[in-house]
């Protein structure tokens, strides 16, 4: 072999060997470019789960709201269990106020009443059906009272709203000279009070607290000394 062809031997082996060596420096680069892709991707999976498990957690815990003040005569149902299947067109989620548990007179079985979001008010029986839907023009002041008013054993619910006192019977009609007009608007009530054995009906109002003697049919602005 000359020296020429040598050369030019030697020289093709450098050129392979500059080959080589830029293929291992890119394939150690990607290497590196995907281990670090990687981490990220692993980065955005934790984050991913981490939301997932709080949101678990709130639906676990809902927020209650929409208290009631002490004294209702007709709490929400609050117990913990299954709620009863409501066969109705309005569904739970569309409930404004309630439910609040109440006797039905004629069946001696207890019954609930809520008002949905489009302000009507309904009953419900004790398997979640609809009995009934009355319609009101704003919400109720938060309590449902439960009252024999002709003393006979049959048992209507006094609702506030606006300035509006309603007295319902089990069917769902006004009783006769109601609904009452307030003076103003109904904020919270109504809230039974006991006063020398008579019972009157408490009902914080923009203009301040009023008292329902039904038994006089009357409203007054402070109660009796």
């Not at 001696?108 to 979001?117: A, D």
Request: charged letters at 25%; one cysteine or more.
């Amino acid at each position: 072999m000359n020296r020429r062809a040598i050369i030019v031997l030697c020289s093709i082996i450098v050129v392979m060997l500059g080959i080589i060596a830029a293929g291992v420096v890119y394939l150690y680069h990607d290497v590196d470019r995907d281990s670090s892709l990687a981490g990220e991707y692993a980065e955005d999976v934790v984050v991913e789960q981490d939301t997932v498990k709080n949101v678990t957690v709130a639906q676990e815990n809902p927020v209650q709201s929409d208290a009631l003040a002490p004294g209702d005569s007709g709490q929400p149902d609050t117990s913990v269990g299954k709620e009863p299947e409501i066969d109705s067109e309005v569904k739970a989620a569309d409930v404004s106020r309630g439910p609040f548990k109440v006797k039905n007179s004629g069946t001696g079985k207890e019954n609930m009443i809520r008002q949905n979001k489009d302000n009507s008010l309904e009953l419900l029986d004790e398997k979640g059906k609809s009995l009934w839907r009355k319609q009101l023009s704003s919400r109720i002041g938060g309590m449902v009272g439960q009252v024999d008013y002709f003393h006979n054993g049959k048992i209507q619910y006094l609702i506030v709203e606006g300035k509006n006192i309603h007295l319902i019977d089990r069917l769902g009609r006004e009783v006769s000279s109601f609904p009452r007009k307030l003076s103003a608007k109904a904020i919270v009530g109504p809230e039974k009070v006991e006063v020398k054995g008579t019972n009157y009906w408490r009902v914080d109002t923009e203009g301040g607290t009023v008292y329902l003697n039904l038994k006089k049919n009357q409203i007054l602005n402070q109660l009796p000394q």
